[in-house]
C-alpha cells in the first residue's frame, strides 16, 4: 500500500517535465504539487514515525523493503 502510495504522490512531480511548456513552475508547484505534499507527506511521516517508535529507520518490519526505496528517491 505504501509503494503505491509512493507512485501516486510521485506523478505530479515527475510530469511537470512533460507537462506544456506555457504552464509557468510556479503556478504548477501551487496548483498540482503543493496539495500533493499536504496530502501525502503527513501520512508517510506517520508510517515512519509508527515505525522509529517500534526501534527501526525503515516503513515495516525493520527490514528494507521495495516501498522504503521508492519513498527515499522520491
Do not use: N
Amino acid at each position: 500500500m505504501v509503494a503505491e502510495a509512493v507512485a501516486d504522490f510521485r506523478g505530479p512531480l515527475v510530469s511537470y517535465a512533460f507537462s506544456a511548456a506555457h504552464v509557468p513552475k510556479a503556478t504548477y508547484v501551487a496548483e498540482k504539487v503543493a496539495p500533493h505534499f499536504q496530502k501525502y507527506l503527513p501520512r508517510f511521516e506517520a508510517t515512519l514515525g509508527s515505525s522509529v517508535e517500534e526501534g527501526g529507520l525503515l516503513l515495516k518490519g525493520g527490514r528494507l523493503c521495495y516501498a522504503d526505496v521508492l519513498l527515499a528517491e522520491v
